[in-house]
């Protein structure tokens, strides 16, 4: 048995070491308690920018016009739900039923074209791949409202001014290159492997993407579909643009960012503010519901590129 036995100077030599290293993790562990502070607190703070106009709006279209112009942050005292059916006869019923119609088919539109041309320009290397892959990206940059007035022209020309046809086409085309940018990292992040086997088992293309790849890119493809509901639901500029009518025949299918606008210029020098708070309401509720049932989707989503 080998005892080691230490100088009194060696030992004495350690002890400012260890209690060195003892102070830099109190240090560490005291920074990170400050950061976390830091960060929770401005979490807190903007969830309650967020949150207090989304109640304020609610609540306001339970009141009457002299509760919301006496004291606009108070609870109503009387629960009026009159404003609602007020909204909807006044067309935020056919400017709800128009936006979803649009919806029904762009959305899905968008999803197809965008997965599959990021598919390709994720897997499959050609001459000119990264050209088209940054001609995509580069129209994630491009302002919209630069390029109006040549979209008006050339939706005119189409003959699809006021249509439904012609909006779910410019919507295609303004969230083809976010879908491209988003769903082409996300392809490139899927094993290789399950490609390369269905490729031996001698699977085309078209089923490879559709019944192999496709699948497997579900949470990527959840993600970016609710972010294209969002934005497309949200849009004004281009149905302001795209969405008039043309002559005293054409029927009005203005969409219900529009059909806000409608309700505040029908009131006139009248003041209907609950109407006006309800149907912005009746516009949040779907997205609400829509970002609640599926926020666990967005983020694996958002994550899984990055974990695997």
């Known amino acids: 048995m080998t005892t080691v036995i230490k100088a009194p100077g060696e030992a004495a030599a350690e002890r400012p070491g260890g209690a060195g290293r003892a102070k830099e993790g109190g240090a560490g562990r005291s920074d990170g308690t400050v950061l976390n502070v830091f960060s929770h607190g401005f979490l807190a703070v903007w969830a309650i920018l967020i949150v207090l106009p989304l109640i304020w709006l609610a609540l306001g279209s339970f009141k009457t016009d002299s509760q919301i112009g006496g004291s606009a942050l108070s609870?109503?005292?009387?629960?009026?739900?009159?404003?609602?059916?007020?909204?909807?006869?006044?067309?935020?019923?056919?400017?709800?039923?128009?936006?979803?119609?649009?919806?029904?088919?762009?959305?899905?539109?968008?999803?197809?074209?965008?997965?599959?041309?990021?598919y390709v320009l994720a897997r499959y290397p050609f001459s000119g791949n990264r050209v088209v892959y940054y001609f995509f990206v580069s129209g994630a940059m491009?302002?919209?409202?630069?390029?109006?007035?040549?979209?008006?022209?050339?939706?005119?020309?189409?003959?699809?001014?006021?249509?439904?046809?012609?909006?779910?086409?410019?919507?295609?085309?303004?969230?083809?290159?976010?879908?491209?940018?988003?769903?082409?990292?996300?392809?490139?992040?899927l094993p290789t492997a399950v490609h390369e086997a269905a490729v031996i088992d001698g699977a085309s293309d078209t089923r490879i993407f559709f019944q192999v790849m496709l699948p497997m890119a579900k949470p990527g493809l959840i993600s970016v579909g609710i972010f294209n509901v969002l934005g497309q639901w949200n849009q004004y500029i281009l149905p302001s643009v795209l969405m008039q009518p043309q002559s005293g025949s054409d029927p009005e299918r203005y969409m219900l960012t529009q059909g806000l606008i409608q309700l505040q210029y029908q009131m006139g020098y009248e003041t209907d503010l609950p109407v006006l708070f309800a149907g912005v309401t009746i516009a949040m509720i779907p997205m609400l519901v829509v970002y609640l049932s599926f926020q666990r989707q967005i983020q694996a989503g958002l994550t899984s590129a990055t974990l695997k």
């Open 75 to 118: 609870w109503p005292s009387h629960w009026h739900f009159d404003a609602f059916s007020r909204a909807w006869d006044k067309g935020i019923g056919d400017y709800f039923a128009h936006t979803l119609i649009v919806l029904v088919f762009s959305v899905p539109l968008t999803m197809l074209l965008g997965s599959m041309a990021a």
């Open 142 to 189: 491009f302002p919209v409202f630069l390029a109006l007035v040549p979209l008006f022209f050339m939706v005119k020309r189409l003959d699809m001014l006021n249509t439904y046809q012609g909006l779910i086409l410019v919507y295609v085309a303004y969230s083809l290159p976010f879908t491209v940018f988003f769903m082409h990292s996300f392809f490139r992040t």
